[in-house]
Structure formats: structure tokens, C-alpha cells
């Protein structure tokens, strides 16, 4: 189960309303590569991929692949508004490892390939 907060659903709806674009949804999944093996990917998309599933979230849908549930399972997803900037902010209770530059994870299970990291 992955966790969206109201905060950052609300984020994402502003975000969906401004493309225009009524076929939009979130996609949240990860990719290999990275300081320790995996780098999150989130945005918005409008295609649909064999495999995917649909999560919906307050009425926003959210689209994951099916090899990516496992990763994120049980991922906390928040929006932080600080002052005049602000940002998503994930927390993955699968993470047994994070590269220095933030945006780079390892999961017990799957080491991924590491590359050097740039810190």
C-alpha cells in the first residue's frame, strides 16, 4: 500500500488542473540506476503500460507498474511547503540504504546496480 497525504494529492490535482489535460495521472514507480541501485521516478503521464495498476487517491488517480509495487510498498508520499519554495518528499520503510545525493536507494532484497556517486 503506498500513502499519499492530503497535502501532496491536493499538490498534484493543482499540478493536473494547470496542464489542462483531463487524461493525466500521477505515475510513481522506480528505475535502476543510481549511487545505490535505484532512483524514484514520479511525474505526470498519460499512457498506460500493460501491467500497470491504477490506485485512486481522493479522486487522483495514480498509476504504478506491477514490477514496481513491491519497491514501493508502503511508501509515504508528502508535500513540504517551506517559505517560497517547497517539494515531494518520499519515505520508503524499504530503503535499507540512501546514497549522500538524496535521490538514490538500495532495498534488502535488490542490490541493483550502484554506480559512483556524485555527492
Given at each position: 500500500m503506498i500513502d499519499i497525504s492530503a497535502t501532496a494529492i491536493e499538490k498534484v490535482k493543482e499540478m493536473l488542473e494547470e496542464q489542462g489535460n483531463p487524461k493525466l495521472f500521477l505515475r510513481l514507480g522506480v528505475q535502476e540506476g543510481g549511487c545505490s541501485g535505484f532512483t524514484y521516478?514520479?511525474?505526470?503521464?498519460?499512457?498506460?503500460?500493460?501491467?500497470?495498476?491504477?490506485?485512486?487517491?481522493?479522486?487522483?488517480?495514480?498509476?504504478?507498474?506491477?514490477?514496481?509495487?513491491?519497491?514501493?510498498?508502503?511508501?509515504?508520499?508528502?508535500?513540504?511547503?517551506?517559505?517560497?519554495?517547497?517539494?515531494?518528499?518520499i519515505d520508503n520503510p524499504n530503503a535499507v540504504a540512501t546514497c549522500g545525493c538524496g535521490s538514490s536507494f538500495r532495498t534488502r532484497s535488490d542490490a541493483g546496480k550502484a554506480e559512483k556517486c556524485d555527492d
Open positions: 521516478q514520479m511525474g505526470l503521464d498519460d499512457e498506460r503500460g500493460e501491467g500497470d495498476h491504477e490506485l485512486s487517491y481522493d479522486g487522483l488517480p495514480v498509476i504504478v507498474a506491477e514490477a514496481d509495487l513491491r519497491i514501493l510498498d508502503g511508501l509515504q508520499v508528502d508535500y513540504q511547503d517551506s517559505g517560497m519554495s517547497g517539494g515531494f518528499t
